[in-house]
């Protein structure tokens, strides 16, 4: 093999030499941009990923106002539906009470009528006792009027009675009836 | 006194959302408008950070449909576009009522990216190419801060620029940026030649850097270092390193999981390292729970391509190691009797009471005594203090590792001639490296790139992956000697060597084999050795038979095979197992002679190159798999904890 002079053959083995590590060099460059070629997107792929998740959150917390929102109308709207039941509450009292009177004294008064009614109750029952009592005297005076006048047709019946009638219209003439 | 109904507001932004601000501009587009009759109310933007007002109104014919009582419904888009500072902003969409005042009508969260460099060309011209050497003239700014220094960038070129010059046209364009008053620039020096598209580069004052594209393209032919020879349009020719095809075969889940701790003797930058990761790696996928403990350069853990497992210093293991689970190790697997991992094994089998099992793969004696630099007989004799005090935490003492073996519940030996330091009767498993199947794999040789890299046509490029030590030391420089003869004797050879040397173990050849020898330093990510080895025609493992060689597996060799290529190795290990000519190149000593007699057959021989690059894929298929061997392995654990 032919040899090149001493400076061009060391030039020519640095740069053979260079040439190789020049390679490993891109080699690493090569490497270092693939390893960060996916970090970088999987750190765009988080980023990505917290903001979807901040913005779901932003749009709960949205949501949640909202619904503060109307849960404290309504929070106002019980509020006033209380005050108004409570003034009708206290109207519903005062007539309570009124009608507790009124009802004390009926109560009062039913308990004098329930008086009343009582003595009037023994009352009657006397007069039941004496009405039983003259119904029974009536009963039999009726009774005995009964008696009397079945005897009082017997006799008039009888033969002595009509054989004397004409002693009892000569009675009747003389006596002046 | 009439009182009016109140009017009923309706709105919707219409910008994709989630709303982003990409380049610190905010353009976002919607309608909002009354139900009852009403011109549509003024819109804004309110953020913590600043206000838009609205920008224009737009048409919308469709609003009309849905609004049929209000006769302006068909007017009720509206734009707004404004500048907001950096950040996540919650934007409330707000609309003017007749009494004056605001009503929210929509709230979403924006993102307001920083506003970035940027930066424009004016002189010669602000686009299309320009073919002079002349200086540029042009402006930048970076609206959060001051640049401290700028740069234009093209091809492979790189040219100062003097920043500061006054812009008042500027300071009117961005008021609320202060240094726009000084944002002119031109270049120190006319452009040189470089061909490429320019880009504005800043120096913040933060430390960062920042690029801004322009349209315009330098295309400088020639300069005073560069003659028209050199074609800047040229294609550059890449070294192809395609990914692995085939998918991993299915792991069945592991039942129950282990907890599984390995300890290693160096860093996860050594070859033992790569075993235990790829081991570990393979176990964490079947479901085991494991962890990798390290002396020392934790970082180095990032020199693996994803690891499944967790690793961890010395230091921090000593005080015990939880797994997920909450519990300690299983089992602790040495990875050496070396005196750092022992001692920290002691310690942790008396915290966990777990299991250990020792890895060998080396001949721990031979290496200690070629290490000091002492025979095996003379660290036999010496003191127990002395033997202390000569025994680094890095290698094997001689008695307290058979202690440490003698009381281990099993062993693991990367080759069976290692059985020999395992006490009798302990369970023993023999445990070979593979390659890592995502990297190493057959490769066809990038005969483009070759075309660039050879001095001339039949050159034949050998490489060597490892570092050079003491053990090797000598067989690696048979290895370039056997490069010298090949060059001596008019076949050109390039060796391509990765790796550090921690002797000199060339000497005098070091200048003869300079012209010969690409040393391109360790290789940080082992991942990309692959690619270069592609380079290779042959691969060659130095060495023959003898007290060290025997008892090893170089690491190297898996990775050999699976690439695809001749291998050539001396008849020791590995080589005791292959068949010569079929699987690879056997030599009874793979000394500088016989690598390059080897090496002079196989260039000459393209069908033996052929039969022996096939053999090699087929003896890696079989032999060399890191799923099989880490399930073999787990089975092998499994037998311990129910023995």
Redesign the interface.
């Given at each position: 093999?032919k040899?090149a002079p001493p400076e061009t053959?060391?030039l020519?083995?640095r740069v053979?030499?260079q040439?190789?590590?020049a390679?490993?060099r891109?080699?690493?460059l090569e490497?270092a941009r693939d390893e960060l070629h996916p970090k970088l997107a999987t750190a765009e792929h988080l980023?990505?990923q917290?903001?979807?998740l901040?913005?779901a959150k932003?749009?709960e917390a949205?949501h949640l106002e909202n619904v503060r929102a109307a849960l404290q109308l309504q929070f106002e709207h019980l509020r006033h539906m209380q005050h108004v039941t409570n003034e009708a509450l206290v109207a519903t009292r005062a007539q309570l009470a009124a009608a507790e009177n009124r009802i004390e004294g009926l109560a009062n008064s039913v308990a004098a009528s329930q008086s009343v009614a009582a003595r009037l109750a023994e009352v009657a029952a006397r007069l039941e006792r004496e009405l039983e009592a003259a119904n029974a005297t009536s009963a039999s005076r009726l009774t005995r009027l009964g008696e009397l006048d079945a005897e009082l047709r017997a006799t008039k019946a009888s033969r002595s009675w009509r054989w004397t009638k004409w002693l009892r219209a000569l009675e009747r003439t003389f006596s002046g009836r | 006194m009439q009182v009016s109904a109140p009017l009923r507001l309706h709105g919707e932004v219409d910008t994709p959302?989630?709303?982003?601000a990409p380049d610190g501009l905010v353009r976002l587009t919607g309608w909002c408008l009354f139900a009852e009759p009403a011109a549509p109310p003024p819109v804004r933007v309110l953020t913590a950070a600043g206000e838009l007002p609205l920008s224009r109104r737009t048409d919308r014919a469709d609003l009309s449909a849905r609004f049929p009582a209000n006769p302006d419904a068909a007017r009720g888009g509206f734009e707004i576009e404004g500048p907001l500072p950096a950040g996540?902003h919650?934007a409330r969409f707000e609309a003017q009522l007749p009494d004056g005042s605001w009503q929210l009508f929509k709230?979403?969260?924006l993102?307001v990216e920083p506003r970035p460099f940027a930066a424009g060309l004016e002189k010669p011209g602000s686009q299309g190419t320009v073919r002079e050497r002349v200086h540029l003239e042009g402006w930048a700014l970076d609206p959060s801060g001051e640049i401290t220094g700028l740069s234009l960038r093209y091809g492979h070129q790189e040219i100062a620029c003097r920043l500061g010059e006054a812009r008042p046209d500027l300071a009117r364009q961005f008021p609320s940026t202060p240094q726009a008053a000084r944002s002119g620039f031109t270049s120190a020096t006319n452009l040189s030649a470089g061909r490429g598209a320019l880009r504005v580069k800043a120096r913040l004052a933060t430390g960062q850097s920042a690029i801004a594209r322009t349209p315009l393209v330098i295309d400088v032919p020639t300069d005073e270092n560069h003659g028209p020879e050199v074609d800047f349009g040229a294609e550059r020719i890449?070294?192809p390193?395609p990914a692995a095809v085939g998918a991993r075969p299915a792991v069945a889940p592991a039942e129950p999981p282990l907890n599984l701790l390995f300890v290693l003797p160096g860093s996860f930058a050594s070859n033992s390292a790569l075993h235990v990761a790829a081991l570990a790696n393979e176990l964490s996928l079947a479901g085991h729970r494991c962890a990798v403990a390290v002396p020392h350069d934790l970082a180095t853990l990032a020199h693996h391509s994803a690891p499944a497992f967790r690793g961890l210093l010395f230091a921090e293991a000593e005080g015990g190691v939880t797994f997920a689970d909450g519990r300690g190790p299983d089992l602790l697997h040495a990875w050496t009797s070396r005196e750092n991992v022992r001692r920290l094994a002691v310690q942790l089998r008396a915290r966990h009471g777990c299991r250990i099992v020792v890895h060998l793969e080396d001949n721990e004696p031979q290496l200690l005594a070629l290490t000091l630099g002492r025979s095996g007989g003379e660290l036999e004799n010496l003191s127990a203090a002395e033997l202390d005090r000569v025994v680094p935490p890095d290698l094997s003492h001689p008695r307290h590792s058979r202690a440490f073996l003698a009381q281990a519940d099993g062993a693991t030996v990367i080759t069976d001639r290692l059985r020999e330091f395992v006490p009798a009767g302990r369970p023993c498993h023999q445990l070979w490296p593979a390659a890592d199947a995502r990297y190493f794999f057959p490769r066809p040789r990038p005969a483009a790139?070759r075309g660039?890299?050879d001095?001339?046509p039949g050159e034949t490029v050998l490489f060597y992956p490892g570092n050079v030590h003491p053990a090797n030391a000598a067989e690696v420089r048979e290895l370039y000697r056997a490069v010298l003869l090949l060059?001596r004797s008019?076949h050109?050879v390039?060796l391509?060597r990765t790796g550090l040397d921690t002797v000199d173990f060339l000497g005098p050849l070091a200048a003869e084999l300079?012209?010969h020898v690409?040393?391109?330093?360790q290789?940080?990510?082992h991942r990309?050795l692959a690619?270069?080895m592609a380079?290779a025609d042959i691969f060659v493992q130095p060495g023959a038979a003898d007290e060290f060689n025997d008892y090893r597996f170089p690491s190297k060799l898996p990775e050999f095979f699976a690439l695809g290529r001749p291998v050539v190795l001396p008849r020791t290990n590995l080589g005791r197992l292959v068949r010569h000519r079929h699987d690879a190149y056997v030599l009874e000593q793979a000394d500088a002679e016989g690598i390059a007699d080897a090496v002079r057959e196989l260039r000459a021989d393209p069908a033996l190159v052929a039969a022996l690059s096939a053999g090699a894929v087929a003896f890696a298929a079989a032999h060399f798999n890191w799923h099989r061997s880490a399930a073999a392995l787990a089975k092998f654990y499994r037998s311990l904890a129910t023995s």
């Open positions: 093999m040899s053959a060391e020519l083995q053979r030499q040439l190789i590590l390679q490993v891109i080699m690493e490497d980023l990505a917290a903001q979807t901040a913005d932003v749009e949205a | 959302r989630p709303l982003r996540v919650l709230e979403y969260t993102a890449a070294l390193h790139f660039t890299l001095r001339g060059n008019g050109p390039t391509l300079a012209p690409l040393s391109l330093g290789i940080l990510h990309h690619p270069l380079l």
